[in-house]
C-alpha cells in the first residue's frame, strides 16, 4: 500500500525558512507527478506547487520566486524549499502523487504538516 508521509513542517517567523519532505513508500512505480497542496483554517485547499517525472515545475502566483520544488525519482521523495516565509503562508501542506499509465489512474494524499509562520 502507498503511504506518503510528509516532514519538516514547525514554526518559523516572518522571513525565515523551512523545507518539507514528502518519502512515498510502498510503491513499486515512478509518479508521473507530484505535488504540494496547502489548506489554511476556513479556507479551501489550494495548489502551491508541482513537479513532473520530467521536471517540469509550476508554483502557484503567491510563492513564486519565494518556494521552490523538487524531486529525487529514485527515492520517489518531493521537497519544497520554502524562503521568505509570510504569515498568509501559515497553512498545513498536503503532499499528493499521481500515477497514471493508460486506463490505470492513481492518487495518494500525505496526511499533512503543519507550518505557522509567525509575524
Known amino acids: 500500500q502507498v503511504q506518503l508521509l510528509e516532514s519538516g513542517g514547525g514554526l518559523v517567523q516572518a522571513g525565515g525558512s523551512l523545507r518539507l519532505s514528502c518519502a512515498a513508500s510502498?510503491?513499486?512505480?515512478?509518479?508521473?507527478?507530484m505535488h504540494w497542496y496547502r489548506q489554511a483554517p476556513g479556507k479551501q485547499r489550494e495548489l502551491v506547487a508541482g513537479?513532473?517525472?520530467?521536471?517540469?515545475?509550476t508554483y502557484a502566483e503567491a510563492v513564486k520566486g519565494r518556494f521552490t520544488i523538487s524531486r529525487d525519482n529514485a527515492k520517489n521523495t518531493v521537497y519544497l524549499q520554502m524562503n521568505s516565509l509570510k504569515p498568509e503562508d501559515t497553512a498545513n501542506y498536503y503532499c499528493h502523487a499521481y500515477y497514471r499509465r493508460y486506463n490505470d489512474e492513481r492518487q495518494y494524499w500525505g496526511q499533512g504538516t503543519q507550518v505557522t509562520v509567525s509575524s
Open positions: 510502498g510503491s513499486t512505480f515512478s509518479f508521473n507527478a
Open positions: 513537479i513532473t517525472s520530467g521536471d517540469t515545475t
